[in-house]
């Protein structure tokens, strides 16, 4: 079974610029999270979709991050503009159950210059 | 809101040593519990979890863990770490009925040959 594919796998960016970050779950699972893991910190929860819907999205910083997952499946998510605390890896991780046991993709390192 | 902590932040040991790590959690009621490992240049993979039943869990590559509920505590053990086992762990708490699993910080762990 293919695992979660996440894209760029490295960005690097100056400050107030924009990026954006692909992620296509495992076929079938209908839960799809992104999260923030900054160097030394564990994973932060930024949003969890249910299909197409957010579930929570509490922990976004609405200002600058949006998100979205048109048809259930393939999501992105957007950095506009950057800051330099922005830099991290941004893993995307999906689920076929509520049980909470996620399935991670390799996640995508964001530096910002 | 929950927590979880982890006490040990880095661990160093030799192989053959024993290894406990030690997870705690803030949430009093139903709970799922997972460890992830993240291994050198690898995405984060489940390791072992727990639902509901037998407190002792058994998981991948000779790891276990024990869940006590009066002490809010799902500690990973593993008797004889090997030189493979060099990665970072991460616990993770779900409450039964939520889909948002919270992560602690991390324990890198460094296994000497």
């Known amino acids: 079974e293919a695992g979660v594919a996440q894209s760029p796998r490295y960005k690097i960016i100056e400050k107030r610029q924009s990026v954006a970050f692909w992620c296509n779950p495992i076929s079938g699972h209908a839960t799809l999270y992104w999260y923030q893991q900054i160097l030394g910190q564990g994973p932060k929860l930024l949003i969890q979709?249910?299909?197409?819907?957010?579930?929570?999205d509490s922990q976004l910083p609405k200002d600058r991050f949006s998100a979205e997952r048109l048809k259930g499946v393939d999501s992105t998510l957007k950095i506009q503009p950057a800051k330099l605390e922005d830099s991290a890896v941004y893993l995307c991780?999906?689920?076929?159950?509520?049980?909470?046991?996620?399935?991670f993709g390799e996640g995508s390192r964001l530096t910002v210059l | 809101a929950q927590s979880v902590s982890q006490h040990n932040h880095h661990v160093i040991l030799s192989e053959a040593a024993s290894l406990e790590l030690g997870c705690n959690y803030s949430y009093g009621g139903t709970v799922n519990l997972f460890w992830y490992v993240q291994y050198p240049g690898q995405h984060l993979q489940l390791l072992l979890k727990y639902f509901s039943g037998d407190p002792l869990v058994k998981g991948i590559k000779g790891f276990e863990a024990e869940f006590i509920k009066s002490k809010f505590s799902f500690n990973l053990r593993k008797p004889s770490v090997q030189w493979s086992d060099t990665a970072e762990y991460f616990c993770?708490?779900?409450?039964?009925?939520?889909?948002?699993?919270?992560f602690g910080r991390g324990t890198s762990l460094i296994v000497h040959p």
């Open positions: 979709f249910q299909n197409n819907g957010v579930v929570d």
């Open positions: 991780a999906s689920s076929w159950a509520s049980t909470g046991e996620l399935f």
């Open positions: 993770a708490v779900n409450p039964g009925g939520s889909y948002i699993p919270t």
